[in-house]
């Protein structure tokens, strides 16, 4: 383990949170770490530096750097040297697509882009997200951070029904207020009728303006929200903004030059007239300059980068529907500059940007430092300096919280991130069993059993019908989704409120995985707010080797309400829990009963009954063997004297000396 994970697992009293100080969801803030990284002038990631390179101040007091370590995505020694549930090991990419200042054509090409994007540069353990904005429709996380590519691909195949502004709309430039065209029979007015359609035209424009300022508004407010909502997520967060941006004159007013516009403001100061000037026109709108500082606030606090690729490709000053208005990216810079991102822009090669925005994150430099506690809940901004390397640009989260002082919601975590990074919710108790059965596939029938507590449920619901969600996902060694179950249900109390109490909900999914390891995680979440998280690790073995299952404790029928969930077995193997074509519903929370006769069941794959022999503590004697067509099932019956601990049945293959350990821990009742 690196060092700096090293203390910070030591410093925080949740130690199954790797690098917990980055949020502000952690217990204490004794150790803060520091993801950084720095680019050249060309934008590529500079690599070698040592912590002598840094400096660190906080709230402009300069740390210590106690701990130092260099993540470079590019290097297999270095991704191997790091643990995959580390934050700093896993970019997080948002892929947010415009819906408001973006026409069809340049979705089509950023969808495009985005998919490459996808599947050439994304490493394994980086997760994705997809998310859309529109100032009339509000932002909307399509997918939440994570492994599943196929789910981030049908996401950007499809971001939503985009609805582009009608092209004449560009038409509300000042260019309207020049009359009728001057071929042809040229209407008569005269110089004061003139004026005064001017002053028309001139109010109908800034008319216009205001709506168009209000919608830019809502844009950058409704940017603002998804930043809050990503900061409950772990680590350093990349927003990939892919837009053709807003109009930049409405928030930071025009720049200079001898425009028609400029020209008319001047003359009508001249004469005093000064009403009819719009001074947001000149110098910018505060209440908008205001909106944009809240956001980039929000993004900073949140450890977000808003990155904007420009979409609209090589721009040119003049076009067939709005002759010699010029079009400004500006507006996308206001956006990304704020918060410390990079605007890609100039090039209708899209996929060229993703690349260089890919290059620039790398290489993580994290730094450590002890950070002493004065006041609950107060955010310390963050500056980080780089010596030696002229010209780089770095880019680091810009604060963190002290522990104390959150609110209910800030310490709200999201689903994902729960899951992600195993994050204890005990409102919900649930137990679990998973077990791997070989197919005639190669990949494994896989059943999922989750034991909910009925009490826990009736708890949170109030005694009133409960809203249930289940999630499963089973997780490889390298932190990447293999299969997934979601179950959703609605539980009428008034039905089935006595099963509850007397035991809970049992649900029953089945996954299909190759042989390797994993670790499958649940949570279950009742009404969206009360929450129970276990984790089971689960081997499955390669097909044809010697393989024994955990010891499955019978339960006796009638004691829960049973759910049936999906099945990804594609053999549609049977039902897997079964003794010579007698089913059984084995114990999630291997309960053992104090009376006699608890029996249990071992299932070897790959030996048959005559050669196995076997060793089980605490004592437990053999009451039947079957042989099965993969091997064989061995049942046995604790002794009544057996106490709560470990259950070990050791099975070994006579002849040629293989052994085989299964255990599982058990509780008397």
């Known amino acids: 383990m690196p060092r700096s994970a090293a203390a910070a697992a030591i410093a925080f009293v949740l130690a199954a949170w790797p690098l917990a100080g980055q949020v502000k969801e952690s217990i204490t803030v004794s150790v803060v770490e520091v993801p950084v990284t720095v680019v050249d002038k060309e934008g590529n990631p500079v690599r070698g530096l040592e912590v002598g390179n840094f400096e660190l101040l906080d709230d402009g007091k300069k740390r210590e ?107 509300s430039s000042p260019a309207i207020a020049e009359g009728p065209s001057s071929t042809g029979d040229k209407v008569q007015t005269g110089g004061m009728a003139d004026a005064e359609m001017a002053e028309v035209a001139q109010r109908t424009v800034r008319s216009e303006d205001h709506y168009d300022r209000q919608k830019i508004d809502r844009q950058i407010n409704l940017l603002a929200g998804l930043g809050r909502t990503l900061r409950n997520v772990k680590g350093p967060k990349h ?16 720049g200079a030059g001898t425009s028609t516009e400029q020209v008319q403001d001047q003359a009508a100061i001249e004469r005093g007239e000064v009403w009819k000037v719009d001074t947001d026109q000149i110098y910018g ?72 925005f890919v290059r620039q994150q790398e290489v993580v430099y994290v730094l450590a430092f002890n950070a002493p506690a004065s006041q609950p809940g107060k955010f310390h901004s963050l500056r980080v300096r780089v010596n030696g390397v002229p010209g780089a640009r770095v880019m680091h989260r810009a604060g963190y919280y002290e522990a104390g002082g959150e609110t ?79 179950q959703r249900m609605t539980i009428d109390v008034t039905k089935v409120g006595e099963q509850l109490r007397g035991g809970g909900i049992k649900y029953y999914g089945t996954l299909s995985l190759p042989a390797g390891r994993y670790a499958v995680r649940s949570l279950v979440r009742i009404n969206e707010t009360v929450s129970g998280y276990v984790r089971s ?34 053999t549609n193997s049977p039902y897997p829990f079964e003794i010579n074509g007698e089913p059984f519903i084995p114990s999630a929370a291997a309960r053992v009963s104090k009376a006699p006769g608890q029996k249990f069941a071992v299932f070897v794959y790959n030996a048959s009954p005559e050669e196995l022999s076997w060793n089980v503590a605490p004592p437990a004697k053999l009451v039947s063997q079957v042989r099965s067509a993969r091997g064989a099932k061995l049942v046995f019956e604790l002794e009544p004297a057996a106490a709560a601990g470990l259950l070990d049945v050791t099975l070994t293959k006579k002849g040629s000396g293989e052994a085989r350990k299964s255990s599982v821990p058990i509780v008397v009742q």
């Open 285 to 356: 709108n505060t209440a908008s300059l205001s909106i944009l500082d809240k956001m980039a606030q929000m993004f900073r606090r949140s450890d977000v980068f808003l990155h904007a690729i420009d979409i609209a490709g090589l721009r040119v000053d003049n076009e067939v529907q709005s002759g010699s208005r010029k079009k400004s990216n500006e507006g996308l810079f206001l956006l990304a500059n704020s918060t410390g991102g990079t605007v890609f822009r100039n090039t209708n090669d899209l996929a060229s940007d993703f690349e260089r």
């Open 239 to 254: 927003v990939v903004f892919l837009s053709e941006g807003f109009d930049p004159r409405l928030v930071q007013g025009r």
């Open 65 to 171: 750097i106690s701990a130092f370590d260099t993540i470079d995505f590019k290097s297999a020694s270095s991704l191997s040297a790091t643990s995959p549930l580390n934050p700093a090991a896993r970019r997080n990419f948002m892929l947010l697509f415009d819906l408001t200042y973006s026409t069809p054509a340049s979705v089509r090409r950023s969808q495009e882009a985005a998919t490459r994007f996808l599947d050439t540069m994304v490493e394994k353990r980086d997760r994705v997200g997809v998310a859309t904005v529109s100032a009339d429709r509000g932002y909307r996380l399509l997918t939440a951070f994570t492994t599943d590519r196929a789910l981030v691909r049908a996401a950007i195949a499809n971001p939503a029904s985009f609805r582009g502004s009608d092209p004449l709309q560009i038409a």
């Open 537 to 570: 690790d689960l081997t499955v073995p390669p097909p044809g080797s010697m393989a024994v299952s955990q010891p499955f404790l019978f339960e006796p029928a009638g004691r829960w309400v049973m759910v049936k969930g999906a099945s990804h077995d594609a």
């Open 408 to 486: 209910a919601a800030e310490r709200t975590l999201t689903t994902a991130e729960i899951i992600l990074n195993d994050i204890p919710q005990d409102a919900i108790r649930v137990a679990a069993l998973t077990a791997a059965f070989p197919t005639s596939s190669p990949n494994a029938q896989v059943p999922v059993i989750l034991e909910v507590a009925g009490e826990d449920i009736l708890n949170a619901s109030g005694g009133k019908n409960a809203a249930a969600e289940i999630f499963v996902y089973a997780f490889d060694e390298e932190g990447l989704v293999r299969d997934s179950l979601v």
